[in-house]
C-alpha cells in the first residue's frame, strides 16, 4: 500500500512567521506532487503542484521536493489568518493511474 | 479556476432511500473521480472514470455505484441508504497534462442518513 504521511498538527504560528509544511511518500517512482488547502467544511483546493526536485516559489507559497530522501515540503511565508486550514499533500503513484492524499496538517495563524 | 459543480450540497435522508449524487465538470475534462471524506479524516478515492463508458472502483470499498455516459457528468448512486453512508462526497476531475493530472474539486455534498 503506498502512503502519504504528514503530521497531523495543530501547528501553530503567529501572524506574519514562517510556515513550514511536511510531507513524506513511499513510492520512489512518484512524479507528480501537489499541495492542497482544506477550510473547514470545505472541498480541497489546488495551491501548488511540483514535479522536479528544488523549489517552486509562487506568491508567499514555496514547494520543495527532493525525490532521493522521499519528501515533498511547502513553505508559507508571512503567514496571514486567513492560512489556517488543513493542508493535504498528495502524491500521484508511479503510473500515474492515482492520487494519493495524506491525512492533512492542520494549520492555524494567530494575529 | 475549475469549474465542476455538485448537487445537492446537503441532503438528510432516511434508511433505504434511493439517492443520486450529481457531478458535472464544463471543462472537457476526461477524466472524472468520487472521493469520500469523514470530518477531520483524509480522503478516500470510491470510484474513477477515465473516459465515456470506462468506470473503476478505488480504494476503499463502497456500495456506491456509478456511471459516465456524457463526458460531463459522473452521477454516484447509492440504491439502499444507511447511516454508515454518512459522510462529505467530493467530485473530481482532471485531464492529463505535464507528468501529471493536476484534479480539481468541485464543493462536495454532505449526505446524512437517519
Known amino acids: 500500500q503506498k502512503e502519504v504521511e504528514q503530521n497531523s498538527g495543530p501547528l501553530s504560528v503567529p501572524e506574519g512567521a514562517i510556515a513550514s509544511l511536511n510531507c513524506t511518500y513511499s513510492d520512489r517512482g512518484s512524479q507528480s506532487f501537489f499541495w492542497y488547502r482544506q477550510y473547514s467544511g470545505k472541498s480541497p483546493e489546488l495551491i501548488m503542484s511540483i514535479y522536479s526536485n528544488g523549489d517552486k516559489e509562487d506568491g508567499r507559497f514555496t514547494a520543495q521536493l527532493n525525490k532521493a530522501s522521499q519528501y515533498v515540503s511547502l513553505l508559507i511565508r508571512d503567514s496571514q489568518p486567513s492560512d489556517s486550514a488543513t493542508y493535504l499533500c498528495a502524491v500521484h503513484n508511479q503510473a500515474g493511474t492515482a492520487l494519493i492524499f495524506g491525512k492533512g496538517t492542520t494549520l492555524s495563524v494567530s494575529s | 479556476e475549475a469549474d465542476i459543480y455538485q448537487t445537492p450540497r446537503y441532503l438528510v435522508i432516511g434508511t433505504g432511500k434511493k439517492i443520486t449524487l450529481e457531478c458535472s465538470q464544463t471543462m472537457g475534462h476526461d477524466k472524472m473521480y468520487w472521493y469520500q471524506q469523514d470530518p477531520g479524516m483524509e480522503l478516500h478515492l470510491i470510484h474513477y472514470?477515465?473516459?465515456?463508458?470506462?468506470?473503476e472502483k478505488g480504494d476503499l470499498s463502497s456500495e456506491s455505484t456509478v456511471s459516465r455516459i456524457r463526458t460531463e457528468h459522473f452521477p454516484l448512486t447509492l440504491e439502499s441508504a444507511r447511516p454508515s453512508h454518512t459522510s462529505q462526497y467530493l467530485c473530481?476531475?482532471?485531464?492529463?497534462?505535464?507528468?501529471?493530472?493536476?484534479?480539481?474539486f468541485g464543493p462536495g455534498t454532505r449526505l446524512t442518513v437517519l
Open positions: 472514470s477515465y473516459g465515456v463508458n470506462s468506470t
Open positions: 473530481a476531475s482532471s485531464t492529463s497534462g505535464g507528468m501529471g493530472d493536476t484534479q480539481y
